[in-house]
């Protein structure tokens, strides 16, 4: 088809260590893969971080970071928020914009692409106003966010989600524009099987850890474990509200010294230490509104050949049962310490073997690429450019 100038709104982007960065990272990949000329419009890296040169135009600003140097916040959101009017206002036209949340975004990203004509594709991997309902107690910051997010999604040509379950709560908030399931994967790549790494003594939960995701029973669940089974470590490596609740937690049960924070990774970082872990770690809180979430940190575990443990309800546990039917992809289990406790005793007394990694890591790269995810995604945002021309 005709080349396409797509412009990606995003306020975290690739080599930030994130999920979303990889996903939209693959999405210009394959963009400018096919020949369109992409921009990203994103926020200033931490610290002195350089981004490296890629085939996409990188446009960043800068913006307000929490004390762990992540963008998170009404008022960091604002600060990439506002200044994104101005630029998305004066950037040369695209035809087609795509966009991530939160949903301040989308409301600056609805009001300028209205103004200018300009379709756009909102990425509707979760659903914000369910997840904090875990942060906030107040009504009205729920139902502004709630009407942000929907003013942001109603004015988009289409929307591109993970899973059924976030299609069927999009649509019950009121959503009438037209969405798409296109999945979502690893970056098979970065993450790839080292058959001669060794594997040690050690269990990792890499990624967010958030009130909804009640990963402080991983605590409880790995004092109960150690009991029987000492000299194992749980490293959390990631951003999370929940840090020093968790830390305060393994301190009271005598579990402290085993208990480690590293700090976000990119993931070629992060990879080393999936090579080396018994099994990584997912949860997800029961009885919240967002059991529907699905929990992406498994992909990236999967595609570098280490099983995964999830707590918790939703679609997680049913994609590692069925992932079970052709590999051995780890354990669900209730959001229980005593039965993560038990996973972990399985995962720790009988291990994957080599051989049994390589086949995970081969398994969800053939299944569950991100390339692949990605290129479902483009076909989307190149309908949706093409719609707007007609």
Same mark, same amino acid.
């Given at each position: 088809m005709t080349s396409l100038r797509v412009t990606i709104v995003s306020r975290i982007y690739r080599p930030e260590p994130s999920a979303a960065s990889m996903?939209?990272?693959s999405v210009a990949d394959e963009l400018t !893969?096919?020949?369109h000329a992409v921009r990203v419009l994103t926020a200033r890296l931490p610290g002195r971080q350089k981004r490296p040169s890629s085939a996409e135009d990188v446009r960043d600003f800068p913006v307000v970071r929490d004390k762990q140097g992540y963008l998170r916040g009404y008022i960091p959101y604002l600060s990439f928020d506002i200044p994104l009017a101005f630029r998305l206002l004066f950037t040369p036209r695209p035809d087609v914009v795509f966009m991530e949340p939160p949903p301040t975004t989308g409301v600056v990203v609805r009001i300028i692409c209205a103004l200018r004509r300009i379709p756009y594709v909102y990425d509707a991997a979760d659903i914000w106003s369910?997840? !904090?309902h875990q942060a906030t107690g107040s009504s009205l910051v729920i139902r502004v966010l709630r009407g942000m997010e929907r003013f942001g999604m109603n004015g988009a040509r289409r929307l591109v989600? %993970? #899973?059924q379950g976030v299609v069927d709560r999009?649509? !019950?908030l009121g959503v009438r524009r037209p969405i798409v399931v296109t999945g979502f994967g690893a970056d098979t790549s970065a993450f790839a099987s080292d058959a001669a790494a060794p594997v040690e003594r050690l269990f990792v939960y890499a990624g967010s850890y #958030?009130?909804?995701h009640g990963a402080e029973a991983l605590a409880d669940a790995f004092a109960i474990f150690s009991r029987e089974h000492p000299g194992y470590i749980l490293r959390f490596i990631g951003n999370g #509200?929940?840090?020093?609740? %968790? !830390?305060a937690r393994a301190d009271e049960l005598g579990i402290g010294r085993s208990v480690e924070f590293v700090d976000a990774v990119p993931a070629e970082e992060l990879a080393p230490h999936l090579h080396a872990a018994v099994a990584s770690l997912a949860t997800l809180r029961p009885g919240t509104s967002y059991e529907y979430a699905f929990t992406t940190k498994a992909y990236s575990s999967l595609a570098a050949g280490c099983p995964v443990i999830f707590a918790g309800p939703g679609p997680t546990a049913q994609f590692i049962s069925e992932a079970n039917r052709a590999v051995r992809a780890g354990v669900a289990c209730a959001h229980d310490a005593g039965q993560i406790a038990a996973a972990m005793t399985l995962m720790a007394t009988d291990p994957l073997s080599t051989e049994e990694r390589s086949a995970l890591a081969r398994w969800t790269a053939e299944e569950h690429s991100l390339a692949a995810v990605a290129r479902r995604v483009v076909v989307q945002i190149e309908s949706a450019a093409t719609e707007s021309r007609r």
């Open positions: 996903f939209l990272g !893969a096919e020949g369910d997840a !904090a989600t %993970i #899973s999009v649509q !019950a #958030s009130p909804w #509200s929940e840090r020093d609740l %968790i !830390a």
